[in-house]
């Protein structure tokens, strides 16, 4: 069992900078692939970006690609999400997930077992 707590979300005027955590619970943490989506008001939950265990690999949607990061510190049972150069678009309530440690990272919401609370991020223009 994985519990997840997001926080960091908050409110930043367009072209800022905002960092998401994300703390998990549980033993395994260090076993499991890692990811961030969000959800915007009126819109279906969309993939921004995972991690895999080890944390050697990555992977985007392509409208963060370049602007985000997302890392980890197994040691520290953490996730996180470094959002550069915001865009109203950015918009959302943000989700922190974990899943099965699979070879290749997936932007499918089915293969994450366990989702955190969210936390909102609002991007002024």
């Known amino acids: 069992q994985v519990q997840l707590v997001e926080s960091g979300g908050g409110w930043v005027q367009a072209g800022g900078s905002l960092r998401l955590s994300c703390a998990a619970s549980?033993?395994?943490?260090?076993?499991?692939?890692m990811g961030w989506f969000r959800q915007a008001p009126g819109k279906e939950r969309e993939f921004v970006a995972a991690i895999s265990w080890s944390g050697d690999s990555t992977y985007y949607t392509d409208s963060v690609k370049g602007r985000f990061t997302i890392s980890r510190d197994n040691a520290k049972n953490a996730v996180y999400l470094q959002m550069n150069s915001l865009k109203p678009e950015d918009t959302a309530v943000y989700y922190c997930?974990?899943?099965?440690?699979?070879?290749?990272?997936?932007?499918?919401?089915?293969?994450?077992?366990?989702w955190g609370q969210g936390t909102q991020v609002t991007v002024s223009s």
């Open positions: 549980g033993r395994t943490f260090s076993s499991k692939n």
């Open positions: 997930a974990a899943g099965r440690a699979i070879a290749t990272l997936t932007a499918q919401p089915a293969s994450y077992d366990y």
